[in-house]
């Protein structure tokens, strides 16, 4: 079974979280919500207090197959200052591991820190305009390698749904559940 680390920041765009989580979740698919602060509880940008099942620091050296990272506006600035993210997000992406960013993480946790290493990327809004690391695509979703990234919380169900299909290995069973949930994916 496939096992999926959500990376929560103070002020972490809580429905791509949530978005993403559900539909794994719905597939089967393991996910840790780790908590990227002192402790498991973490309010997102709408002021949302969530407890994460863990915090990074407990988890630090433990590997995923995939490393999801929300946006928000403050939630991704706070992922993209953590040494402690950039060091797990850098060592999983270094072992072939997914890294799914979503909305402004993509530009400002993964190009604002060279970890998008010349891949093709999206982001939210004009984030992408001074990241020199990467390749922006104006797309929903963008695959490039271990690389999936979605423009944002309009996209969140294009993301989770395509990340749940590389996590399969078979679009099949992703293609049934959306159309389960009345989504024309």
Not at 22 to 29: A, E, F, G, P, Q
Not at 148 to 169: P, Y
Request: net charge negative.
């Amino acid at each position: 079974m496939a096992n999926v680390a959500v990376l929560l920041a103070p002020g972490f765009e809580e429905a791509e979280a949530i978005i993403t989580i559900d539909i794994l979740r719905r597939l089967n698919i393991h996910v840790e919500t780790l908590a990227c602060a002192d402790s498991r509880a973490v309010v997102s940008y709408h002021n949302i207090p969530m407890v994460a099942d863990h915090t990074l620091s407990d988890k630090i050296e433990t590997y995923y197959d995939a490393v999801v990272l929300p946006g928000g506006p403050q939630g991704s600035v706070n992922l993209a200052a953590s040494a402690e993210v950039l060091r797990f997000v850098a060592a999983h992406d270094e072992a072939g591991k997914i890294i799914a960013p979503i909305c402004s993480a993509a530009a400002r946790v993964l190009g604002g820190n060279g970890l998008l290493k010349g891949r093709r990327y999206v982001c939210s809004g004009d984030l992408w305009q001074p990241i020199q690391d990467g390749v922006y695509v104006d797309a929903p979703v963008v695959e490039d390698g271990n690389l999936i990234s979605g423009k944002g919380l309009g996209h969140a169900f294009d993301f989770a749904l395509t990340l749940s299909a590389r996590l399969l290995g078979d679009e099949a069973p992703v293609r049934d559940h959306a159309e389960h949930i009345y989504y024309p994916w």
